[in-house]
């Protein structure tokens, strides 16, 4: 089983929720805030990209079965993207 892209949208959405929580908007001073389009961008490509893994995960777990790497990954991107997904619509400019 190769599971490079998993860790891989794993480490980096783990990278983009880091740089998004010490960048973003809320509680930071001025001069280290995002601006707001780079946040959007910045939340969408961490959505596509941890669902993407998830998805290859969850068809791992379809065809292998249960496995402690496997369950891992799946519930870590799962995670990831929820909070990405949360994270762009709370952002959007109502």
Known sequence: MKVRYPWLALGL???LALLSLFFGNAGTSEAR???LLTLLLMSEF???LTAVAAGICA???WKQG???QVVLLFA???ALAANFAWMGLALWPH
């Open 33 to 35: 805030k995002l601006p």
């Open 76 to 78: 870590g991107n799962t």
């Open 13 to 15: 959405g783990l990278i």
């Open 59 to 61: 068809r791992d777990l």
């Open 66 to 68: 249960l496995g402690a």
């Open 46 to 48: 961490g959505f596509l």
